[in-house]
């Protein structure tokens, strides 16, 4: 399993950014994928999901309305379009296969990736 993040950067808040992660190893068209994300100081936490065909999406609560996450099956690419950014969105962010377990309220995942900084700041 290989997954490799790219679009991350520093945007001012209420601006934009296109993550996007190009997987391969795997049936990506197969696979349920996720964003989740590492602020400085704090533990991982999941972002989104979405089903292997697209079907259905989730988001965490304090993500909702401003984040889309999506995917290109025919490029094995997961998409998370941000909007609306706020300072505390800013992160690691991780682009992961499956949707999470939980260990002592933690998510962990099988295969994840080594990430894309977004900075939110003016």
């Known amino acids: 399993v290989q997954l490799v993040e790219s679009g991350g950067g520093l945007a001012q808040p209420g601006g934009s950014l296109r993550l996007s992660c190009a997987a391969s190893?795997?049936?990506?068209?197969?696979?349920?994928m996720s964003w989740a994300r590492q602020a400085p100081g704090k533990g991982l936490e999941w972002v989104s999901g979405i089903y292997s065909d697209g079907s259905n999406t989730y988001y965490a609560d304090s993500v909702k309305g401003r984040f889309t996450i999506s995917r290109d099956n025919a490029k094995n690419t997961l998409y998370l379009q941000m909007n609306s950014l706020k300072p505390e969105d800013t992160a690691l962010y991780y682009c992961?296969?499956?949707?999470?377990?939980?260990?002592?309220?933690?998510?962990?995942?099988?295969?994840w990736g080594q990430g894309t900084q977004v900075t939110v700041s003016s």
């Open positions: 992961a296969k499956d949707f999470p377990s939980y260990v002592t309220g933690s998510p962990v995942f099988a295969s």
């Open positions: 190893g795997f049936t990506f068209s197969r696979s349920a």
